[in-house]
């Protein structure tokens, strides 16, 4: 069993930066693949970047690509997104996920194992 709770969402104007964590719980953490996903009212939810188990691989949705950094702390057991220059297209719940049982980075949320409960991200116009 892993828990994951996540911290660091707010209210920012288009154009700004916010930095989210995800701190880790209850099983191995350098044995878990980790990423963000977010969801809007109304919409999917749909992935935004991912790390791997070691680090040395991360993959980023095309809209995102450029603006948003995952990175992984292991020993904080954290992992976190930092995003640059938001978008009111930004705006979304945001989830950690983890994935225990491959070492990539999948971009399914059918491929992680436990997700933690969101925080909220409000880009104004």
């Known amino acids: 069993q892993v828990q994951l709770v996540e911290s660091g969402g707010g209210l920012v104007q288009a154009g700004g930066s916010l930095r989210l964590s995800c701190a880790a719980s209850g099983r191995t953490f350098t044995r878990l693949s980790l990423a963000w996903f977010r969801q809007a009212p109304g919409k999917v939810r749909e992935f935004v970047g991912g790390?791997?188990?070691?680090?040395?691989?991360?993959k980023y949705a095309d809209s995102v690509n450029g603006r948003f950094t995952i990175s992984r702390d292991n020993a904080e057991n954290t992992v976190y997104l930092q995003m640059s220059s938001l978008e009111p297209d930004d705006t979304a719940v945001y989830y950690c996920?983890?994935?225990?049982?491959?070492?990539?980075?999948?971009?399914?949320?059918?491929?992680?194992?436990?997700w933690g409960r969101g925080t909220q991200v409000t880009v104004a116009t």
């Open positions: 996920a983890a994935d225990f049982k491959n070492h990539g980075v999948l971009t399914s949320g059918l491929g992680y194992d436990y």
């Open positions: 790390i791997s188990d070691s680090g040395s691989t991360t």
